[in-house]
């Protein structure tokens, strides 16, 4: 997965699918990817991915709490308006692609 640190900023890069298949996976990645940076806030960019259940919505708000700063950038349009069904835009600041 990838992801970068540039001026406090994490930014991490989701592509593809994110659902129950392999949610746990990118679960995992996402938690090492944590572990091993220092940073002040953290940016999705979901410019790639295709589709998120979920399993995936779980990931994100887990993330939304354990650090504040959270940033959904460049969401796709069918992932925006799933986000937008569950609610999630009223906890995450997210900007659509």
């Known amino acids: ?34 572990l091993d940076n220092s940073f002040k806030r953290i940016v999705l960019d979901l410019e790639h991915l295709h589709y998120v259940s979920s399993a995936g919505i779980r990931i994100i708000i887990k993330i939304k709490q354990q650090y504040d700063d959270l940033t959904l950038l460049k969401t796709p349009k069918q992932v925006f308006d799933v986000f937008q069904m569950v609610g999630l835009s009223s906890v995450v600041k997210i900007e659509k692609l």
């Open 1 to 34: 997965m990838k992801h970068n640190v540039e001026n406090g900023t994490l930014t991490i890069y989701l592509e593809g699918d994110v659902n129950s298949y392999n949610a746990d996976e990118v679960e995992m990645e996402i938690d090492k990817i944590l």
